[in-house]
Nanobody, 114 residues
């Protein structure tokens, strides 16, 4: 059974930073793609960033230059460093692992507000 446990969300002022973590337990294969999605109220879930097992990354245009995704394959953990946060980044952020199946975390709330 694969489980994803997210942490690091919270309330931050505009311009601030947060770091999200997602620890994956259970058996996944080395070729998995790990990523972060987000869903704001009234909107569809959207891709924020992805990283392959080899370290190739892909970002949504609106977060390029502000967010950085990374992973520790030994710890089966993926991170999202979010800098220069804006109110429009407010959403529930979900960790995702694409392996032989598609796995999702429960989500962590990120609120950017003064």
């Amino acid at each position: 059974q694969v489980q994803l446990a997210e942490s690091g969300g919270g309330l931050v002022q505009p311009g601030g930073s947060l770091r999200l973590s997602c620890a994956v337990s259970g058996r996944i294969f080395g070729f998995s793609v790990m990523g972060w999605y987000r869903q704001a109220p009234g909107k569809q879930r959207e891709l924020v960033a992805q990283i392959t097992s080899g370290g190739r990354t892909n970002y949504q245009d609106s977060v390029k230059g502000r967010f950085t995704i990374s992973r520790d394959n030994d710890k089966n953990t993926v991170y999202l460093q979010m800098n220069s946060l804006k109110p429009e980044d407010t959403a529930v952020y979900y960790c995702n692992v694409k392996d032989l199946s598609d796995y999702w975390g429960q989500g962590t709330q990120v609120t950017v507000s003064s």
